[in-house]
């Protein structure tokens, strides 16, 4: 699914989507209002949303579609890679985020590693992430690299499927225990290595190699 208010940028993206085999653009949204309900009514594996759009803004529209529909993995295009923007984008639950500048050349691998339930940043997004610009704190990474022996086995697996874009729900799953055991583990990683976000826990899987950025 495409949502972007600029009907000749949809037209763009629906061509670059559809000539790969298998993928199909199922629908096109012009306000984040209607992609949100889009999303609601069809269930893409993929919503693709503008950061600016009319009515609900694509962090808005990402954030409503990760709550009611978890299975859709959510990739923004933004012309913005500000240290703000890409915070907030990675907090709503977004698991890609390519800058509309690399959009020719990314756009496709981010579909495709999205689908695989893995994230997906434009290299300069990647290099703010790795810099540690994320937090502003690069004492703290430093602190959390020293303590990574403080998690147990599962709770590196449940880190390192969440890093990777997966919810709570799917980690759950993929290991066959509960969600709740797996919010739980999340608590943990979170009170022993300082984090406040998913975005702190995806900087410090990429800068420690438990999950490889593009």
């Known amino acids: 699914m495409i949502a972007d208010d600029h009907q000749l940028i949809r037209r763009g993206l629906r061509d670059l989507l559809t000539v790969q085999l298998g993928w199909q653009v199922v629908g096109e949204a012009c306000n984040g209002v209607d992609a949100v309900q889009m999303a609601v009514n069809l269930r893409p594996d993929i919503a693709i949303l503008d950061f600016w759009m009319p009515e609900l ?9 990760a709550e009611k529909v ?12 500000s240290e703000q923007v890409i915070r907030k984008i990675l907090q709503v639950g977004a698991r890609g985020l390519v800058l509309k500048s690399d959009a020719d050349r990314d756009l496709l691998e981010a579909v495709e590693a999205v689908a695989e339930h893995r994230h997906f940043f434009s290299a300069r997004v990647a290099e703010l992430i790795l810099g540690g610009y994320l937090t502003g704190n690069t004492m703290s990474a430093m602190k959390g690299k020293r303590t990574i022996t403080q998690l147990t086995e599962r709770e590196r697996e449940v880190m390192r499927l969440l890093a990777e874009g997966m919810t709570s729900k799917e980690a759950a799953t993929h290991l ?3 969600t709740r055991t797996v919010e739980s583990h999340r608590i943990n990683i979170s009170r022993k290595l300082d984090f406040s976000s998913i975005a702190d826990l995806v900087r410090y899987a ?6 490889a950025h593009s």
Not at 70 to 81: A, F, I, S, Y
């Open 70 to 81: 978890p299975e859709t993995g959510v990739v923004v295009l933004t012309m913005h890679d």
């Open 176 to 178: 066959q225990i509960s």
């Open 57 to 65: 803004n694509g962090l808005g529209a990402a954030a409503q579609i």
């Open 206 to 211: 990429i800068r420690n190699g438990i999950v």
